[in-house]
């Protein structure tokens, strides 16, 4: 039995996956978050997009990319034609993890090991989803998908060999963006974002 699988309640790719990572106790993250964010989108879309892990909204509501981070890449999607519903959107994480400070639930980036627990949904999910090219938002979405660490900077704009066999397009995560001090700096950083998602769909 692999790493990826060993402890798992999993019955294969087509079978049991929504119930099976419904019940995910391969990492602490699920006792802190309220329910599991899985992907959505069709059953075979050429392009999938992974992002980190759902945010305070997605916790609340069970679906990925409804709240800020999810509005900057829904712009940039219609913007460059990319129609949402014709797209597979996933996170590399699917439980929020976060801190409670007061009456405010505080975003924490993902350590390693618990990207790489939750990566047997993330390849669950490549192997139905079968997409031609994923665009994966931040770095963690590129670790998980190329095993390769580190800040994005010199990987940003290129594509990389997916350790699932499919091609991986790295940009900017949507909430980095939200982050910038100033709007001229969100600004330059969003055309980024939409010139790369123009680049995946020229790609697919
Ligand atoms: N950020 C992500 O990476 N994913 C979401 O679903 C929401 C915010």
Same mark, same amino acid.
């Given at each position: 039995q692999s790493a990826a699988t060993r402890g798992a309640h999993w019955d #294969? +790719?087509?079978?049991g996956f929504a119930a099976a990572l419904a019940s995910c106790? /391969?990492?602490?993250l699920h006792a802190q978050a309220t329910q599991v964010v899985a992907g959505c989108g069709p059953?075979?879309?050429a392009l999938m997009i992974v992002g980190e892990q759902p945010g305070d909204i997605e916790d609340l509501h #069970? /679906? +990925?990319?409804? #709240?800020p981070a999810g509005q900057v890449l829904g712009q940039a999607m219609q913007h460059v034609g990319l129609e949402r519903d014709r797209v597979y959107l996933t996170n590399a994480v699917k439980h929020f993890k976060h801190v409670v400070r007061g009456k405010r639930r505080i975003h924490q980036t993902p350590a390693s090991d618990e990207v790489e627990h939750c990566r047997l949904w993330l390849d669950t999910e490549l192997l139905r989803v079968q997409p031609k090219l994923v665009v994966a938002l931040g770095a963690t979405a590129a670790m998980a998908l190329t095993g390769r660490k580190g800040p994005i900077s010199g990987r940003r704009g290129k594509v990389e060999a997916g350790r699932d066999g499919v091609p991986v397009l790295i940009t900017y995560h949507p909430a980095y963006i939200l982050r910038l001090p100033d709007t001229a700096a969100q600004s330059t950083a969003r055309d980024v974002l939409m010139r790369d998602l123009a680049e995946a769909k020229a790609l697919v």
């Open positions: #294969g +790719p087509q079978s106790q /391969r990492c602490p059953d075979k879309a #069970g /679906r +990925p990319f409804i #709240g």
